[in-house]
């Protein structure tokens, strides 16, 4: 019940394209998912976040859906850019949680 | 403002060896959370301290400890090291533990067990 689970592991988009990664959970008591990006030697770092209470966030060219029904949301990476290669992961808590529950990450490569 | 800092950036033990990792977080953070990250299990959950109090712990064997002294700084100690603890292990930071604010890494201690 605690998973998280996130396709696909790795994913190589040409420069200007569209980078769409995928995440199921099953706890439906997690009412807090971010995304988080990682570059090498670096720790994951939040870049973006959504609440059940809203369908779709966007921030700049990263965008989440979210589908309560179907327990799922995505990350969508609009005009990918060479900068954006790195590993991004997915995440759950509860509101006042202490922890995260990560997907097992996507290794983003983006061809210029 | 200065972000997460985790000491030493690198580290090779031997089997059988204990380590001890450090972790300062953002300055009035109170809450230290510590996670390994592994190709194979991904980022999993240790344990969290707020106030030089555990408050959550994952299922990590017993050799995996902590603690948090009254500056917020954390250690993180494993004891009789295997193999398998080879991993980055990272540590968040965040005023009051709340996942959903404020939530920081740092760049990880990487530890190899040889």
């Known amino acids: 019940q605690q998973q998280v689970k996130q396709s696909p592991q790795s994913l190589i988009v040409q420069k200007g394209g569209i980078s769409i990664i995928n995440c199921a959970y099953e706890?439906?008591?997690?009412?807090?998912f971010p995304w988080y990006q990682q570059f090498p030697g670096k720790g994951p770092a939040l870049l973006i976040a959504i609440r059940p209470d809203v369908s779709e966030k966007k921030e700049g060219r990263f965008t989440i859906s979210f589908n309560k029904s179907a327990k799922q949301f995505s990350l969508h990476i609009m005009d990918s850019q060479p900068g954006d290669s790195a590993t991004y992961f997915c995440a759950a808590s509860t509101e006042g949680a202490q922890k995260l529950v990560f997907g097992q990450g996507t290794r983003l490569t983006i061809n210029p | 403002k200065a972000g997460v800092t985790q000491t030493p950036r690198y580290l090779i033990k031997t089997r059988g060896q204990q380590v001890t990792l450090s972790c300062s977080p953002i300055s009035g953070h109170r809450s230290v959370s510590w996670y390994q990250q592994t190709p194979g299990q991904g980022l999993q959950f240790l344990f969290e301290y707020f106030s030089e109090t555990q408050r959550n712990k994952g299922n990590f064997p017993g050799r995996f400890s902590g603690r948090q002294f009254s500056n917020s700084r954390s250690e993180m100690n494993v004891s009789t090291l295997e193999l398998g603890d080879s991993a980055l292990y990272l540590c968040a930071s965040s005023l009051a533990g709340r996942t959903t604010y404020g939530y920081t890494f740092g760049s990880g201690t990487r530890l190899t067990v040889v």
């Open positions: 706890n439906t008591a997690f009412d807090y």
